[in-house]
């Protein structure tokens, strides 16, 4: 897609850019943990239709981080998705992080710090946050309390 007839095209690409720069600065190379990274960038129409979306999957142990930002209201999300039978449970990061004593900054502490760096800080923020606290979180047997 040309990216003149997506103007949000270039925030996309500095999203997941961002995540996989520092996702690989803090874990090395996402095949040796048998992960799976992955962005969408998205040209459909509809409500979530311009959102970037980045990915770190470990389809063996039916867990995902999934980071998303909406450049037209400039919302983030930040979950872990956990397969269960039926379906699959999404845990807010930010809850996740402030309930087990990791961190207390969020969204809006980062933002408000980033300047504009604001993917790279987002990033530094969340997987950061995953290598000092909570590393195993992608693995089936860490417990999710």
Same mark, same amino acid.
Not at 85 to 110: H, I, M, T
Not at 126 to 135: A, D, K, M, R, S
């Given at each position: 897609?040309?990216?003149?007839?997506?103007?949000?095209?270039?925030?996309?690409?500095?999203?997941?850019?961002?995540?996989?720069?520092?996702?690989?600065?803090?874990?090395?190379?996402?095949?040796?943990?048998?992960?799976?990274?992955?962005?969408?960038?998205?040209?459909?129409?509809?409500?979530?239709?311009?959102?970037?979306?980045?990915?770190?999957?470990?389809?063996?142990?039916?867990?995902?981080?999934?980071?998303?930002?909406?450049?037209? @209201?400039?919302?983030?999300?930040?979950?872990?998705?956990?397969?269960?039978?039926?379906?699959?449970?999404?845990?807010?990061?930010? @809850?996740?992080?402030?309930?087990?004593?990791?961190?207390?900054?969020?969204?809006?502490?980062?933002?408000?710090?980033?300047?504009?760096?604001?993917?790279?800080?987002?990033?530094?923020?969340?997987?950061?946050?995953?290598?000092?606290?909570?590393?195993?979180?992608?693995?089936?047997?860490?417990?999710?309390?």
């Amino acid at each position: 897609m040309d990216p003149e007839e997506d103007p949000f095209m270039r925030i996309k690409t500095e999203f997941s850019d961002a995540f996989r720069t520092v996702f690989r600065e803090f874990f090395g190379d996402e095949k040796d943990h048998q992960y799976e990274l992955y962005e969408l960038k998205s040209e459909e129409s509809g409500p979530k239709g311009d959102w970037a979306t980045f990915t770190v999957r470990n389809a063996l142990g039916g867990r995902a981080v999934v980071f998303r930002f909406d450049p037209r @209201s400039e919302e983030f999300y930040a979950m872990l998705k956990v397969q269960v039978f039926p379906g699959e449970e999404d845990w807010n990061l930010d @809850s996740f992080f402030e309930r087990n004593g990791f961190v207390k900054a969020d969204f809006w502490d980062v933002k408000n710090s980033a300047g504009e760096w604001l993917f790279h800080s987002l990033a530094r923020h969340y997987l950061g946050t995953i290598f000092v606290f909570c590393p195993r979180i992608l693995e089936p047997d860490y417990i999710l309390e």
